[in-house]
């Protein structure tokens, strides 16, 4: 049995060696950048128009000119006009190109238009008020994104300004989310008293779904030979396997001994924790990785959360770090084990707050509902005193 952070070295130390892949822009966010993006343009191209107004050469009302006709209207999209006469203006818009000739808007909150002209009413005005000015934000040919970079909306932006239809990204492990059990039936079914509804591979999935990492599920019964079958097949085609069930000491659980016979190696079985102690992690000689995780759905649950989405997050070249929560509470633990607690985590003050939820155990999924994440407490200790900052692990 290996500890809590002997897994996690052992399984960063079989990343996933990502491909580069090109994908529309419109379906890149939560993807990893795989290319060094630059401003095509300076940003903004022009010096733009902040705020709804008038735009006047400074120099005018410093001579104490406050009335001022207006020339005309720069709209946003137009070319940039022209004033012809430093005494006079233009009404500008938001986004517009500022008028040659103008130095200076004010906003329409601090003007009087009337009669074609326009009065300024304020007593103190600065020079270059509300000018958004070119290449304040980024030259051309300046970098804006860095490969490793996660996309999210605003990256979108981004590339899209650039006129980035298309970016590179690392690709995803291809993937198969594989449930054993007898005992097990589609979620369409009507169980008999005997049997439940399949759930764990649907929150496997979801989870993967949040991170943009497809897979298919597949269900296999408890049987040996055709499991060896099957999961050898499996394997060949996927660069992932994530199992659940069938990894404990039951006389049905054939999951680990097939794996080693289809060639994924043992590279540890049992973690010193609470819940998912009988966690299975193997490895091929061709770099095919196997993560058995207990059938118990929290225990399912966590280690997705604890060990996958930190290995794949690592593979991309992005950090897995914990953030660190507050207990709440005092909490006490007596197994020598690392002990994963439900938590509800609530800012307050702001200060993350955990609150612990233990449920009913490891089969307990239902309470997952009032749960937002699991805090790890260490081994080593058996009392975690209200106020003690521990790691956290989020899944909201």
């Known amino acids: 049995m290996v500890s809590v952070q002997e897994a996690s070295r052992i399984i960063f130390s079989h990343l996933y060696k990502a491909r580069i892949v090109s994908v529309d822009v419109h379906n890149a966010v939560g993807r990893v950048l795989a290319e060094e993006v630059r401003a095509d343009r300076d940003f903004p191209p022009f010096d733009r128009v902040a705020m709804d107004g008038i735009a006047i050469a400074y120099e005018a009302w410093k001579s104490g000119q406050a009335l001022f006709p207006i020339q005309g209207v720069q709209?946003?999209?137009?070319?940039q006009n022209q004033l012809d006469k430093i005494t006079h203006?233009?009404?500008?818009?938001?986004?517009?190109?500022?008028?040659?000739?103008?130095?200076t808007v004010i906003r329409y909150e601090d003007v009087t238009v009337q009669n074609g002209n326009a009065t300024i009413n304020l007593e103190v005005l600065h020079p270059g008020t509300h000018i958004h000015r070119q290449k304040q934000d980024a030259a051309r040919s300046e970098i804006l994104l860095e490969p490793g970079t996660l996309l999210s909306p605003a990256e979108i932006a981004l590339l899209a300004s650039v006129g980035k239809a298309e970016v590179n990204v690392f690709s995803f492990p291809v993937t198969a989310i594989v449930s054993s059990g007898d005992e097990l039936v589609a979620v369409e079914a009507t169980p008999e008293p005997h049997q439940i509804r399949r759930s764990n591979v649907y929150a496997i999935e979801a989870a993967m779904r949040e991170m943009q990492w497809t897979a298919k599920r597949y269900h296999l019964p408890d049987e040996e030979n055709i499991l060896e079958e099957r999961l050898k097949k499996l394997a060949d085609e996927n660069d992932v396997l994530i199992l659940s069930?069938?990894?404990?000491?039951?006389?049905f659980d054939f999951i680990p001994q097939v794996l080693g016979k289809i060639g994924i190696k043992k590279v540890f079985h049992h973690v010193s924790q609470r819940p998912g102690k009988p966690f299975w992690f193997g490895v091929s000689d061709s770099g095919k990785v196997a993560f058995a995780l207990p059938g118990n759905p929290v225990s399912t649950y966590m280690c997705f959360y604890r060990y996958i989405k930190p290995w794949?997050?690592?593979?991309?070249?992005?950090?897995?770090?914990?953030?660190?929560v507050m207990l709440a509470d005092d909490f006490s633990f007596t197994p020598t084990l690392t002990n994963f607690l439900q938590v509800k985590v609530k800012n307050e003050r702001g200060k993350l707050q955990a609150y612990p939820q233990p449920g009913g155990g490891s089969g307990d999924f239902a309470n997952l509902k009032h749960v937002t994440g699991f805090v790890e407490l260490e081994a080593e200790k058996t009392f975690f005193p209200a106020g003690e900052v521990v790691p956290y692990i989020p899944f909201r």
């Not at 709209?75 to 070319?79: K, T």
Request: hydrophobic share 30%; net charge neutral; aromatic share 4%.
């Open 312 to 324: 794949l997050m690592k593979s991309l070249g992005i950090s897995s770090d914990f953030e660190s």
């Open 89 to 103: 203006c233009f009404e500008v818009m938001t986004g517009s190109m500022l008028p040659k000739g103008t130095d």
């Open 75 to 79: 709209a946003a999209g137009q070319p």
């Open 245 to 251: 069930g069938g990894v404990s000491k039951g006389k």
